[in-house]
């Protein structure tokens, strides 16, 4: 017996749960849907499916073929008239059949796994693909646990339904017609007598499948749940233990985990009850065929209307025994085929999302962009609730340093994600070097802009990897070389391994300031004609700050760059500096001219400087 830790939540991570949960898609079962699930097929329809379906019909023509020949020849022809030698025949025929039979199946289940793991390997490949060039605001909406759950569980759930599920399916419906077919035909009075049950069965075994579906649908919801606070737990584990929430945060995996484990049990509960029901029906079927196939063999051993011979008797026991066995095989298929449903489901949910910002057909290719970014009547909501920009207007020459200031939530990232195209403005225009950036290539505009953030993302791998991650066809030199000039070749030369030192995910064997370094390399590397700096010095030390910005001097020419901080020390030497609040900008000009306008800005910089100086 399980036993389980009974943990008390408050109200809050109560909250948290019961807010935290996937929705069910409510769609009845179609086949419609199947059909586009096994599309992805299509590829091998030439080479491993015709393999696969050629075994197949050999596998279940052998196997329709046994039954008659050992019990109307071999028992009725054979023994009877003692003929030895055609005893012997039919022996070496049916040890021959069942070689054969057992190749086939050999070379089915081999075909049939490659075909299975060769769709698999389209479908997440197609459905990671897809995500990646969905918008911000889908991976806004949804967390990286439930993302990765599609991506990896709910594709994993559908790898038993590709390499058997379909060529079974196909096989068990071909075997039940036939055994039908030749039942009827060996003797229709017996084969009436048996199946005159199947109605029952089929009636019984379909109210159960809307139950079987929604629990195996319930089992994905709580597997995304308990995949997204796990990925959340481990990446937020510090703060766990710097608040000592250890407690609350097992209570909530402890409730997500009895949820998940009640959904598993359910389904399988519902799964258990099909089976035991076809025994059922096969135990009774059997009864009838031992009851009214006796009474028919001795009608006709007596001179009655029926000509059932034991030799056909013992054809009918086997096929009686074949034919509940694809039925019960149809029952886990269903049961398959509904888990692959839910699973399906999510998957198409996503593939289905389209992308808020879209590309045109024809959009603009600009091998080179000089970086002239003009805003014109801009606005901008997140939730069409909150207003984040009012209604801009603003111009960036091309080559000047622009500098974005204002208090949290005044707009400033909003800019930057407009001009990056992260997100589409709701009014207004957005140009760079005159064309509306609607109309260029979402890859010919991001390649030519650098974007580095104050959150550094380390991937796993070396630094050089990292660094060239900005250009992935950047020699070992050219690495280098970006690397002195934001300073950060001084301390990747100090490590064991140099520039080939392995880091761990997000890089937690760096310090922060050494991240942003890495993150500024990577920039640099890329040669954008746009950079911007959204607080990237903000976890930089003094002394660090000061070499990156006697390197940006330099590198930043020639190139439009835009700075986003509230380290107002950092941007004095900016060609324009534009205050924002709520959405509008309030001044604009350089450090001087601001200053002796007296504003918003000249109150910032006096603020800050008093906090220094007190500090």
């Known amino acids: 017996m399980r036993k389980k830790q009974k943990i008390e939540l408050n109200d809050n991570v109560k909250k948290r749960f019961y807010y935290s949960t996937d929705n069910a898609i ?27 379906v050629i075994t197949m019909l050999i596998a ?119 055994i039908v077919v030749i039942l009827f035909s060996l003797s229709p009075e017996l084969a009436t007598a048996i199946l005159i049950i199947l109605p029952i069965m089929f009636f019984i075994s379909t109210s159960l499948r809307r139950k079987i579906r929604r629990a195996w649908q319930d089992v994905r919801i709580k597997q995304s749940m308990l995949n997204s606070h796990l990925n959340e737990s ?48 096969n135990a009774v079927g059997t009864a009838i065929l031992i009851w009214y196939g006796a009474y028919l063999i001795q009608q006709s051993l007596t001179g009655g209307t029926s000509t059932l011979t034991v030799g056909i008797f013992i054809s009918f026991a086997f096929y009686l025994g074949m034919f509940w066995e694809p039925i019960s095989r149809l029952g886990q298929l269903y049961n398959m085929l509904l888990v692959g449903m839910a699973s399906s489901e999510r998957i198409f949910e996503f593939l289905d999302e389209k992308p808020i910002v879209d590309e045109k057909d024809n959009a603009i290719q600009l091998d080179s962009i000089r970086g002239e970014i003009e805003f014109k009547d801009v606005e901008f909501s997140y939730d069409s609730k909150r207003t984040a920009l009012n209604s801009i207007s603003l111009k960036m020459e091309a080559g000047q340093t622009v500098a974005l200031v204002g208090h949290t939530g005044s707009g400033k990232t909003t800019i930057a994600n407009l001009i990056s195209r992260f997100y589409d403005a709701t009014g207004g225009v957005v140009k760079i070097d005159g064309h509306n950036i609607r109309d260029i290539s979402l890859q010919s505009l991001r390649s030519q802009i650098s974007v580095v953030l104050q959150d550094t993302f380390i991937f796993s791998g070396t630094i050089n990897d990292n660094i060239r991650f900005g250009r992935p066809t950047a020699t070992d030199e050219e690495v280098k070389a970006a690397a002195e000039a934001v300073g950060a070749n001084e301390f990747i030369e100090r490590l064991k391994n140099g520039y080939e030192t392995e880091v761990e995910e ?78 509008n900008i309030m001044e604009q000009g350089n450090h001087d001219k601001l200053m002796e306008h007296g504003g918003i800005y000249y109150h910032l910089v006096k603020a800050q400087f008093t906090m220094q100086d007190v500090s």
Do not use: C
Not at 133 to 147: K, T, V, Y
Not at 247 to 268: L, V, Y
């Open 26 to 52: 409510e769609k009845p079962f179609n086949w419609q849907q199947m059909w586009r699930l096994f599309s992805y097929m299509k590829p091998y329809s030439k080479t491993l499916l015709p393999l696969a």
């Open 60 to 178: 279940t023509a052998v196997r329709l073929a046994i039954p008659i020949i050992i019990g109307k020849y071999l028992y009725d022809v054979a023994i009877k008239q003692k003929d030895m030698d055609m005893l012997v025949q039919l022996a070496v025929i049916v040890s021959v059949l069942y070689v054969i039979s057992y190749v086939a199946n050999a070379l089915r289940i081999r075909w049939m796994n490659m075909l299975g793991q060769n769709v698999i390997y389209d479908l997440r490949k197609h459905l990671f693909t897809h995500v990646q060039g969905l918008s911000h605001r889908f991976f806004d909406q949804r967390s990286a646990g439930s993302i990765l759950v599609r991506i990896m569980n709910d594709i994993n759930s559908l790898q038993e339904l590709f390499t058997n599920g379909v060529i079974n399916l196909l096989m068990d419906f071909i075997l039940l017609i036939g």
């Open 506 to 583: 997000r890089g937690n064997v760096l310090s922060v300031g050494e991240r942003q370094l890495i993150s500024f390399a990577r920039a640099l590397l890329a040669d954008p004609s746009i950079i911007i700096l959204d607080e990237a010095t903000a976890s930089i030390d003094t002394e660090t700050e000061v070499k990156i910005q006697t390197a940006l001097k330099q590198l930043l020419k020639g190139r439009t760059a835009i700075i986003i901080a509230h380290r107002l020390s950092t941007i004095r030497e900016a060609d324009n500096i534009i205050v924002l609040d709520h959405g």
């Open 234 to 281: 481990i990446q937020g584990v510090r703060v766990t233990q710097s608040f000592t929430q250890e407690r609350e945060n097992m209570g909530f995996f402890d409730r997500i985990n009895t949820e998940n484990f009640e959904s598993w049990k359910n389904a399988t509960r519902q799964n258990a009850i099909f089976r035991p029901f076809v025994e059922m029906t």
